[in-house]
Every structure is written in structure tokens, then in C-alpha cells.
């Protein structure tokens, strides 16, 4: 596949992957962001600032490079890119690993974010999809790279893929864009359970050996192994 094709491709999934978070209802209005790294270029592809979900479409996703520029004369390049561009740059650069990069204010796991509050690993689902809690970031101001930083520096050696950044919302990364989807809504579907349970009585606590070999179950065993080639 050429530089082109994979640039295309990463615009198709980009631009599809928005609707995901219209349907788990994780975004309202123009909020939130999808991004994903080009495979091998110093690129990733963002949504504009301030445009509707349904008018997101492959050519309208915005191609930048590492340090958050617009590339000039690429479609989409007329308009600014999303808000959070800064802070998805800051964290491409500094985790190689990252291949997407994911923003919401989904109702549940934000307000777990304003109480600057970690969500405990009280449920197998987050010791499978986590390792552990979803940690809470410091707070920072929108616009620039401050964001990035406070994801990179709390989820650097962390085993969650999500981070819930104080008084702001949910930032989470993946292997690609569709990883960094799937943290997002599993971020949302446990945050709300374990609110619900709270108001029930003090969720259980799971043991740390135990959160350890679930996590391990699901990341190396759970699911089908793709064919060798």
C-alpha cells in the first residue's frame, strides 16, 4: 500500500469511528475527537473543530503532523483542526506504542473526572479491559499541549488505556483508532456500573494477583488468534 493509500485509509476509519461515539452515546453536539497515527510517516488524521457529526466524512478528517501542524494542500487542510490537536501531537511524539488517540465528556466516567477521582478496579470487565483502576490526570487547560502532557505522564507505565483528566473528561489511546474506540466505551460502560453500585453500598474489592491474571486472560488467551500467514 503506498503513503496515499494508507493515508486514505486512516481518513475512512477516522471518519467512521466518530459515529461510534454518537452511538454509545459518549459525545453531545461537536464535543469529542477520534485520531489515528499513519503507519509509518510522522502523520496522524484528526476531525475538524466545531463540525457536526454528520457531516464528518473521509475528506473533511485533517492530516497533521507530529507537532500538531496542518498539512497545506491535503483535503481538509482549509479548515482548523480539532481543539485537543495539540495534546493528541504531544502524546503520538512521546508513545511510540499509541496508533489512536480518543476524547469524550461522556456523562458517567466525566463525572468521576470532576471529583478528581480514579475509578476502582471493583469488576472483572476492568480488570480485563485495564489491568487495574482508570486513573485520574491533573488538570490542565485546553488549547496547547498541557493535556498530552497529563496523559503521557499518567499513563506511562500504567496498564489502563484510559485516563480521566480532572474537571475535563476521558482521554483514551489504542493500538489504533478502533483500540482507543473500544477504551472509550468500555471506560464509559464502568464508570456508570460502579456509580450504580456505589449507591448501593461499597463496591467489593477484587485482589491484586487475581486483577493480574485476569488481565492477562484477556489480553493473551481471550478471543480468536489470527491464522499464521
Known amino acids: 500500500m503506498t503513503t496515499d493509500e494508507t493515508i486514505r485509509a486512516i481518513r475512512e476509519q477516522v471518519a467512521s469511528l466518530h459515529a461510534e461515539l454518537v ?60 481543539s485537543d490537536t495539540a495534546a493528541h501531537a504531544y502524546v503520538y511524539r ?9 476524547h469524550t465528556h461522556s ?8 471529583r478528581g477521582e480514579a475509578i476502582p478496579c471493583v469488576l472483572t470487565a476492568m480488570a480485563d479491559e485495564f489491568g487495574g483502576e482508570i486513573p485520574v490526570g491533573p488538570f490542565a487547560i485546553i488549547g496547547d499541549d498541557s493535556i498530552g502532557r497529563g496523559i503521557v505522564a499518567t499513563l506511562s507505565g500504567h496498564r489502563s488505556r484510559a485516563v480521566l483528566m480532572q ?18 466505551v468500555m471506560a464509559e460502560d464502568v464508570a456508570r456500573t460502579v456509580h450504580i453500585s456505589r449507591q448501593l453500598g461499597e463496591p467489593l474489592p477484587i485482589a491484586a494477583d487475581k486483577i493480574d491474571a485476569l488481565f492477562d486472560r484477556y489480553q493473551n488467551v481471550y478471543g480468536q488468534k489470527q491464522a499464521d500467514k
Do not use: Q
Open 107 to 114: 456523562t458517567y466516567a466525566t463525572a468521576w473526572a470532576a
Open 167 to 184: 474537571n475535563h473528561g476521558v482521554f483514551t489511546i489504542g493500538k489504533d483508532a478502533r483500540d482507543a474506540v473500544k477504551a472509550a
Open 94 to 102: 512521546n508513545m511510540p506504542e499509541v496508533g489512536g488517540v480518543v
Open 23 to 82: 452511538r454509545y452515546g459518549l459525545v453531545v453536539w461537536t464535543g469529542g475527537n477520534v485520531s489515528g497515527r499513519v503507519p509509518g510517516e510522522e502523520l496522524f488524521v484528526i476531525k475538524p473543530s466545531g463540525v457536526s457529526y454528520d457531516e464528518l466524512a473521509p475528506d473533511n478528517m485533517i492530516l497533521c503532523d507530529l507537532d500538531g501542524r496542518v498539512v497545506p494542500g491535503t483535503p481538509g487542510s482549509e479548515r482548523a483542526p480539532s
